[in-house]
């Protein structure tokens, strides 16, 4: 965790400070005190880095949970017994991965002026994000008994990953507006009051609240 909130830190900082391609990949390893091999061991590339997103599939660690999960039995609002549904499976799929990306404390504000300034970081991030969306239709295609390239898998997929970025994108958007300098938010993403032991909350608490409230809106949308 600390290597890696450093080179992201570091990263940002030296973005900020020089913009993308005012400085190299041995640069920002003498800033953070690592070697060259071992910012290979944490991200791919330079852009990576910055968005803090690891090499490794953040989905990898827990397919065969997500998979087994076809074949446990829940009980139902009936009474019966019956498989973990697709859609709760990948809300706890989607909450295991996030609470591995060891995301450092940053300034949100300061990261977001830095997407909008460097396309390059937009278009590494949309990239980042299809390969996860094509890992997952893999994944859901297995756990389905689908063929790969199945058209429900793919859809299932982009949806939900279209739902988990939504979701990501209103933790960064409250995380930015409540996390400033000396204060503290008192309020909810949805803007109702919190509860005082939640006043601070726990960064993953509050991320797993927002998909959770998200995917019980898309529940509602499609009848379910």
Same mark, same amino acid.
């Given at each position: 965790?600390?290597?890696?909130?450093?080179?992201?830190?570091?990263?940002?900082?030296?973005?900020?400070?020089?913009? !993308?391609?005012?400085?190299?990949?041995?640069?920002?390893?003498?800033?953070?005190?690592?070697?060259?091999?071992?910012?290979?061991?944490?991200?791919?590339?330079?852009?990576?880095?910055?968005?803090?997103?690891?090499?490794?599939?953040?989905?990898?660690?827990?397919?065969?949970?997500? !998979?087994?999960?076809?074949?446990?039995?829940?009980?139902?609002?009936?009474?019966?017994?019956?498989?973990?549904?697709?859609?709760?499976? !990948?809300?706890?799929?989607?909450?295991?991965?996030?609470?591995?990306?060891?995301?450092?404390?940053?300034?949100?504000?300061?990261?977001?002026?830095?997407?909008?300034?460097?396309?390059?970081?937009?278009?590494?991030?949309?990239?980042?994000?299809?390969?996860?969306?094509?890992? !997952?239709?893999?994944?859901?295609?297995?756990?389905?008994?689908?063929?790969?390239?199945?058209?429900?898998?793919?859809?299932?997929?982009?949806?939900?990953?279209?739902?988990?970025?939504?979701?990501?994108?209103?933790?960064?958007?409250?995380?930015?507006?409540?996390?400033?300098?000396?204060?503290?938010?008192?309020?909810?993403?949805?803007?109702?009051?919190?509860?005082?032991?939640?006043?601070?909350?726990?960064?993953?608490?509050?991320?797993?609240?927002?998909?959770?409230?998200?995917?019980?809106?898309?529940?509602?949308?499609?009848?379910?």
């Amino acid at each position: 965790m600390e290597t890696y909130a450093a080179l992201t830190n570091h990263a940002r900082t030296l973005t900020a400070e020089r913009e !993308l391609n005012g400085f190299t990949i041995e640069e920002l390893c003498e800033a953070a005190g690592v070697s060259r091999r071992t910012f290979f061991n944490y991200f791919a590339t330079k852009e990576d880095a910055v968005l803090g997103v690891k090499s490794a599939d953040p989905f990898k660690p827990f397919a065969q949970d997500f !998979l087994d999960s076809a074949r446990t039995s829940v009980a139902s609002s009936s009474g019966s017994t019956t498989a973990l549904p697709l859609d709760q499976a !990948l809300l706890e799929l989607f909450i295991k991965a996030y609470a591995t990306m060891d995301v450092p404390p940053t300034d949100m504000g300061s990261f977001m002026q830095i997407m909008h300034s460097e396309p390059a970081l937009m278009k590494r991030m949309i990239h980042s994000a299809m390969q996860r969306q094509r890992a !997952l239709a893999e994944l859901i295609a297995q756990r389905q008994a689908l063929e790969p390239e199945d058209p429900f898998a793919n859809l299932a997929s982009t949806l939900f990953s279209q739902l988990a970025m939504t979701s990501f994108q209103e933790f960064i958007g409250h995380s930015s507006s409540c996390s400033t300098e000396g204060i503290t938010c008192n309020s909810t993403a949805s803007g109702a009051p919190a509860a005082a032991e939640e006043a601070a909350p726990n960064a993953l608490d509050r991320f797993t609240r927002i998909l959770t409230e998200n995917f019980s809106h898309a529940r509602r949308l499609f009848g379910t």
